[in-house]
């Protein structure tokens, strides 16, 4: 007879299975290198869909060298995102703490963005000179821009209330990286600006949302016998007799999907505009349209479904795989309803 065991329904390792308290990630922490050049580490984008390409395998080693590759690639259109302030942070007892920021000229901002208020107060008096020269003589740890997205600029988005986040600077010293910031307030940057096509990036993102699932769609656990008394898509039992109580360890239903995932690696294959490479679909996008602004190619798959804002941020793991270069012969635009 053969072996009847099978893994454990239902990993504990994401748990608590809560719903996201923002529609877009939240990014920890943010590696750091010894380069030399100051660089911002993150940017954001809209998912608009997927699609398939062709692309030549150049690495010599490859069973398939030389040949076309079908690949999924996953479309992010990428607007340029406008810089509004930078933060600092020193190290205390207890962890990084915010120790001051230093924002934009709010009349330049309101001219060029006035959709930000909508956002965030106005800020009628700064004084952003003496908050750097505060800034420059405290002890700092790391320092993060404030930057906010653009998706007034985006034609398949409800809103054009813009969101506003932490990016990381890498690179120089805490002065040059402060001075840097200095230089970029109130300006806007672009995907190519951070991340180079062909490399490697961490996709953060919430996941699609299911509400409320019984035990069976959210763990995958086995249904019962079409005899049992009671319910068959439920659990034969909720632990020990004896105990009293309910352990946490046991698989019951709750909030399904719309978590906060983290995917590693993800390599980029084409930063590109519109205008160049055209990558609408006939008929456009299902559930998100037509792409406008500058757009990448992401290999594979990427959480959330479509018109939910991306983040990226560089690769903390890194990768023991060689990165061969690739070229792509073909990308698809055929309609994904039919049309």
Not at 101 to 129: G, M, N, T, V, Y
Request: proline share 4%; aromatic share 8%.
């Amino acid at each position: 007879m053969a072996k009847r065991n099978h893994p454990r329904r239902g990993s504990m390792a994401f748990s608590p299975r809560k719903r996201s308290a923002r529609t877009f990630g939240h990014v920890n922490s943010w590696p750091t290198t010894d380069a030399s050049e100051v660089r911002v580490q993150g940017f954001a984008g809209w998912k608009a869909g997927m699609t398939h390409i062709l692309s030549r395998d150049l690495n010599p080693t490859s069973l398939s060298a030389g040949q076309e590759v079908r690949v999924p690639v996953t479309v992010v259109e990428c607007p340029k995102m406008r810089i509004l302030g930078v933060r600092g942070y020193e190290m205390s007892p207890y962890g990084m703490r915010a120790i001051g920021e230093a924002w934009s000229d709010a009349s330049q901002i309101s001219d060029a963005f006035p959709e930000l208020f909508k956002r965030l107060p106005e800020r009628k008096e700064h004084d952003a000179e003496k908050h750097f020269e505060n800034l420059e003589n405290a002890d700092l740890c790391e320092v993060r821009l404030i930057v906010a997205t653009q998706p007034a600029t985006v034609g398949g988005l409800s809103t054009k209330v813009p969101d506003v986040m932490e990016m990381g600077l890498d690179g120089g010293t805490f002065l040059e990286q402060l001075q840097f910031a200095k230089e970029k307030l109130g300006e806007e940057y672009s995907f190519a600006d951070s991340f180079k096509e062909g490399g490697l990036t961490d996709i953060i993102a919430v996941t699609k949302g299911y509400g409320w699932q019984g035990v069976i769609k959210r763990f995958g656990g086995k249904l019962q016998s079409h005899k049992n008394s009671k319910k068959r898509r439920q659990h034969g039992n909720m632990g020990a007799f004896g105990d009293g109580y309910v352990r946490k360890s046991i698989r019951q239903g709750g909030q399904t999907g719309y978590h906060q995932r983290t995917e590693y690696n993800k390599r980029i294959m084409r930063v590109a505009n519109p205008e160049e490479h055209s990558i609408t679909p006939a008929g456009g996008f299902l559930h998100y349209g037509e792409v406008k602004c500058d757009y990448i190619l992401v290999h594979g798959s990427v959480p959330g479904p479509a018109k939910r804002l991306i983040r990226f941020r560089d690769a903390t793991r890194g990768s023991d795989k060689a990165l061969h270069d690739y070229e792509i012969t073909y990308v698809s635009t055929a309609s994904k309803q039919g049309v």
